[in-house]
């Protein structure tokens, strides 16, 4: 179930508020944008981090090169997929959670709609407001008998796709253009630690934290992923 809190009032999923402020919102939060653009990046860097420049000829650049692009390729259907499915059952357990409000006895409604909170919301909601909430949504229309996808998820998934692959090619494109390994390889790490800072620094900002330090600890982080997924033959 998805709240909202404003002036007081949570709108749990399935009601007019909550479907009105669903149409308001962007399709990905920021912490998904970001976070499937460094699922990504992580997941290029762990091809051209395997490439040997002191050996490595056209042959292996462009070998790296199609692997990581058919690679990303691969992920970003397989997140999309996983996008639309977790959208299905986040929305069948709403109406799961609002058809056990709407048929049992009040007291228990209260109970479910209280567990349904996150502990932050569930901490300053006082319990006549749940007990407002809960007849709102005894009045309310009838759920669907089973949960429907939406153009919205269609959109999300694109969108999820569409972030891991396109994050592929600032890091792999220096070895289109760059005939010297070594140089397009540092040229592609430093691209790689600018989007790792600047995923960190957006991550860091929107959730309250210290933005520089998260942005270098993603820097930090990232490396240790990478060289983990080389490591495990990633």
């Given at each position: 179930?998805?709240?909202?809190?404003?002036?007081?009032?949570?709108?749990?999923?399935?009601?007019?508020?909550?479907?009105?402020?669903?149409?308001?919102?962007?399709?990905?939060?920021?912490?998904?944008?970001?976070?499937?653009?460094?699922?990504?990046?992580?997941?290029?860097?762990?091809?051209?981090?395997?490439?040997?420049?002191?050996?490595?000829?056209?042959?292996?650049?462009?070998?790296?090169?199609?692997?990581?692009?058919?690679?990303?390729?691969?992920?970003?259907?397989?997140?999309?997929?996983?996008?639309?499915l977790s959208a299905l059952i986040e929305r069948g357990r709403g109406i799961v959670l609002l058809r056990a409000v709407r048929d049992t006895?009040?007291?228990?409604?209260?109970?479910?709609?209280?567990?349904?909170?996150?502990?932050?919301?569930?901490?300053?909601?006082?319990?006549?407001?749940?007990?407002?909430?809960?007849?709102?949504?005894?009045?309310?229309?009838?759920?669907?008998?089973?949960?429907?996808?939406?153009?919205?998820?269609?959109?999300?998934?694109?969108?999820?796709?569409?972030?891991?692959?396109?994050?592929?090619?600032?890091?792999?494109?220096?070895?289109?253009?760059?005939?010297?390994?070594?140089?397009?390889?540092?040229?592609?790490?430093?691209?790689?630690?600018?989007?790792?800072?600047?995923?960190?620094?957006?991550?860091?900002?929107?959730?309250?934290?210290?933005?520089?330090?998260?942005?270098?600890?993603?820097?930090?982080?990232?490396?240790?992923?990478?060289?983990?997924?080389?490591?495990?033959?990633?």
């Amino acid at each position: 179930m998805t709240e909202r809190e404003e002036d007081g009032q949570v709108a749990p999923a399935g009601t007019p508020d909550s479907r009105a402020s669903e149409v308001r919102r962007h399709v990905l939060s920021p912490v998904e944008r970001i976070s499937e653009v460094l699922f990504g990046l992580i997941m290029v860097l762990s091809f051209t981090g395997s490439l040997s420049v002191a050996t490595a000829g056209r042959d292996e650049v462009k070998e790296m090169f199609v692997g990581a692009i058919g690679c990303n390729a691969a992920w970003g259907i397989v997140d999309a997929v996983m996008y639309v499915l977790s959208a299905l059952i986040e929305r069948g357990r709403g109406i799961v959670l609002l058809r056990a409000v709407r048929d049992t006895a009040p007291a228990r409604g209260r109970t479910v709609i209280a567990e349904a909170l996150s502990p932050e919301v569930a901490a300053v909601v006082r319990p006549e407001q749940i007990e407002e909430l809960r007849g709102q949504l005894a009045r309310a229309p009838e759920p669907p008998r089973f949960p429907s996808l939406t153009l919205q998820d269609l959109r999300g998934a694109i969108g999820v796709f569409l972030l891991v692959f396109l994050s592929t090619f600032p890091v792999v494109l220096p070895f289109a253009f760059i005939p010297h390994a070594h140089l397009a390889m540092r040229i592609s790490n430093g691209i790689a630690v600018v989007m790792l800072f600047f995923g960190g620094f957006v991550l860091g900002r929107y959730a309250g934290l210290r933005p520089l330090r998260t942005g270098l600890g993603m820097v930090a982080a990232g490396a240790v992923l990478v060289a983990i997924t080389v490591a495990l033959g990633g």
